[in-house]
């Protein structure tokens, strides 16, 4: 008990004299989670609107594969990434290995299949009339498939969030590729990992603290967003 | 004259069967044409195939020109379905969305949905959320959307079906006014008589996937062409018969132990035609007060009384099986009870003679 609290005192102390330890490491994760939600967003919403809407051969599978995605382990993912990225893997040659942009490959592969197979369940959650309806108006397939994504936006948000919180609190990958380089490739989960074994513990504390602010943060937006407009 | 939507050849199939087909559907300018039949007729997925929404063999012309370009024909017209189907927007953003879709300019389009909004009275509500309205309202403002683009064909499938009374009705009445003004072409979906009454001018009736009948309102609900037609618009009394004389001015029948007459004459070839009356056309009489100009009138026993919303439901044995509908007021003055002696009679010109077997 008298640990925890040491540890929290300290915490606190970190976090008002903005450590800057700490704070780089938080800087790192938004970047790097912030880099690889925003392509899985890019990328995924378009797939996961169109396995939720359209019906079209290998639409199964992909919808499996990308179920399957949802559980992928981290260290897995950390382990392939590593691979392809060794200086004698498929692509040694781009240099990235203990780089954020292996950190951001990483990531992206594990919010990836959240946030498109959540889009394909958000789409195929709306009314299937609306759709008639919408294309009834003359819109085209994009027309129709944008204001639709429009429509489930809230629950698309929610798709977003869940891919971000799955990579903001993920460790084994982004140690395994981004090697844990201080002031670089550091961020809040390393960072605690790091700081706890070598009995930081005040370190530790503080780090955790701020990646709960931040997974609260984002929740609390998404939480807002999604109430604001609901009537009684 | 070029119609302004004409259909030809079109079915529907589902699992390897025709669920809706029709030979020929035409639409003239500012014509109300009603898809009238039971449940599982067929009428959407006919509706569906002539807005180009669900796949459909056969032809669909617009003005004359076939239709190739499905995008481009959709936004000629509109679609109001039996929900209301708003977007988590505004009103006005609802009003709007066919207006978007079609690229009208931002100003253009907020000024053409409030008008459209207006005309359908809830102008007011513009800037709610449309999910705060209530079913009437969120209908109103689903017509509004179909009128706000200006429409040259007006798709309705059942869009009072899930309204209540008192807001059936009232929307009715602004529909009503709304196709009066817009004249604009319009197929209604509908199993309902008194809607096809009140809004169409012409009434195709759909049984089994089938178009069965089409014509004038009044000439389809005054001489259905089959039995299933006479029955589903409301002539219960189809009744079988056998011609006894045919004079140029009448036919005498038999029907049960009874003869009938009838202005109308037989149709040709037919010997043993089914009668069809109309339960508003028969009149009922206490047999004491009975007093009647019209030919047929009949001795019988009221077998039941029902009443059936805002009339009573009069089932009368006078040698053969007569339904009567008679006013609430008329039941309650008289007295109708089960059992009581009673004068069924029915004009000559009410009978309408049908061939036994369909053509």
Known sequence: MELLLQGLAGALAKIATLDPDVLEAASASLVVSGTATLLSVVAGIPLGAALGLGRFRGRGLVLSLTNTGMGLPPVVVGLFVVIFLWRSGAFGQLDWYCTRQAMIIAQFILAFPTVVGLTAVAMQGLDPMLRVQVTALGATPLQTTWILVREAKLLILTAVMAGFGAVISEIGASLMVGCNIKGDTRILTTAIVLEVGKGEFATAFALAFILLALIFAVNGVTTWAQQRRRPL | ?359
């Open chain 2, 1 to 359: 004259m070029t119609p302004v939507l004409e259909a030809s050849g079109i079915e529907v199939e589902r699992g390897g069967r025709v669920v809706a087909s029709a030979e020929r559907v035409a639409l003239d300018e500012g014509e109300t044409l009603a898809l009238l039949g039971p449940n599982g007729a067929g009428k959407t997925s006919l509706v569906l195939a002539l807005a180009t929404l669900i796949p459909a063999r056969g032809e669909i012309r617009h003005r004359g020109a076939v239709v190739a370009d499905l995008v481009a024909f959709r936004r000629r017209t509109a679609v109001v379905f039996q929900r209301p189907l708003l977007l988590d927007r505004s009103v006005i953003d609802n009003a709007a969305l066919g207006l978007e879709i079609r690229g009208a300019p931002t100003r253009d389009r907020r000024a053409r949905a409030a008008a459209a909004l207006e005309r359908f009275g809830v102008a007011h509500l513009a800037d709610r959320p449309a999910v705060a309205l209530s079913g009437g309202e969120a209908q109103r403002v689903s017509l509004a959307r179909a009128f706000a683009v200006d429409p040259e064909v007006l798709f309705l499938d059942e869009p009072f079906g899930a309204l209540d009374a008192p807001t059936r009705a009232a929307v009715i009445a602004d529909l009503a006014r709304a196709l009066r003004e817009a004249r604009v072409a319009t197929v209604l979906v509908t199993h309902d008589r008194d809607e096809a009454l009140t809004l169409a001018d012409r009434v195709a009736v759909m049984i089994g996937g089938r178009v069965r009948q089409v014509g004038g309102t009044e000439a389809v609900f005054g001489t259905p062409v089959d039995a299933e037609i006479a029955e589903f618009v409301g002539v219960e009394n189809v009744l079988p018969s056998r011609v006894e004389s045919v004079t140029e001015e009448r036919t005498v029948l038999r029907v049960g132990q009874r003869l009938v007459e009838a202005a109308a004459m037989p149709p040709e070839g037919e010997d043993a035609p089914l009668v069809l009356i109309a339960p508003d056309a028969v009149v009922i009489a206490q047999a004491a007060a009975f007093g009647s100009s019209a030919r047929n009138s009949f001795a019988g026993r009221v077998g039941a009384v029902e009443p059936i919303g805002r009339q009573v439901r009069l089932v009368v044995d006078c040698g053969f099986r007569l339904v009567a509908h008679v006013t609430r007021q008329s039941a309650r003055e008289m007295r109708f009870a089960p059992g009581d002696e009673v004068v069924a009679s029915f004009k000559a010109t009410s009978v309408h003679l049908i061939r036994r077997h369909r053509a």
